[in-house]
């Protein structure tokens, strides 16, 4: 079975992180964590690594808005160049294996987006060739941008004083590229339909922690086709539903299948 893989920049793991990772272990993939700094509490089941022997870079490249995901979205396409390894968010529950379809795992967000939150390229892919030249340009300007924002862009550069990355839309070194890098390379013919990795739309997050949602969560949201399903950990967080996890909920069901504690505040 194919590796699966994700990255952790600092801090200790969730209960939402540790629970996703021991799904894909309980389906019978290898996962490995990798990390810049040390992580206290890894489960038993996760092996954990060093970061920089994919993408030793220790100056982690922050987004304007705070996040790290930038650095991670460099890192997966590292990952992807070097190893086998299927990339998956610390956020993505394994309800069945995952298993590449000619080497490639492409999700769908809509009918119209694309992410990389499951995510997994030959290491000959036209398009992570493309991917990989320009994510190593912290001054980039993408092509897909209006015709306004590139003159703009231009303009600056031309200047001396070009736009960095971090200051640029949080999808640029993301799904935004990886869509248009898969289109201009005819690889987006490999892209998988929402309901395998995201049957869940972002909006309705709190379906994970509410009882009264797990009948439409299983019966009607996911399909024959799941495999996966992405918990909006970032939604879920900010908006406190982690001390809201209620008895019965999707998380409360699988934190007792998979033997993962749930947060003191849940344990009601």
């Known amino acids: ?25 309980a389906r019978g993939h290898d996962v490995t964590l990798f990390h810049y ?19 030793d870079n220790d100056e982690i490249l922050v987004h304007k808005n705070g996040s790290p995901a930038m650095h991670a979205d460099i890192f997966r396409l590292h990952l992807m160049r070097r190893t086998d390894m299927i990339w998956v968010d610390t956020d993505e529950f394994c309800l069945s294996p995952f298993e590449p379809a000619q080497g490639y795992i492409c999700p769908k967000e809509t009918e119209k987006a694309v992410t990389n939150c499951v ?26 941008v209006l015709p306004k924002v590139k003159r703009e862009l231009e303009a600056a550069k031309a200047a001396g004083t070009p736009v960095h990355v971090s200051q640029q839309l949080f999808t640029t070194f993301g799904p935004r590229l990886l869509k248009f890098a898969l289109k201009n390379s005819g690889e987006d013919r490999h892209l998988s339909p929402v309901d395998t990795y995201l ?70």
């Open 1 to 25: 079975m194919t590796p699966v893989a994700s990255l952790w920049i600092g801090g200790r793991l969730s209960f939402l992180d540790r629970l996703c990772l021991t799904s894909f272990a």
């Open 199 to 268: 049957p869940l739309p972002s909006v309705r997050h709190r379906y994970a922690v509410k009882a009264k949602f797990l009948e439409t969560l299983t019966d009607q949201i996911f399909t024959s086709n799941t495999k996966g399903v992405h918990l909006w950990g970032t939604n879920l967080r900010k908006n406190g539903w982690l001390e809201k996890i209620e008895p019965g909920s999707f998380l409360a069901q699988k934190a007792r299948e998979l033997d993962v504690t749930l947060p003191e505040s849940s344990m009601i």
């Open 119 to 144: 995510l997994r390229l030959p290491r000959d892919s036209q398009a992570l060739d493309f991917m990989l030249e320009f994510v190593a340009d912290p001054y980039p300007i993408p092509p897909w």
């Open 37 to 55: 700094q040390p992580i206290e509490n890894a489960p038993d089941c996760v092996q954990v690594a060093d970061a920089r022997a994919i993408y």
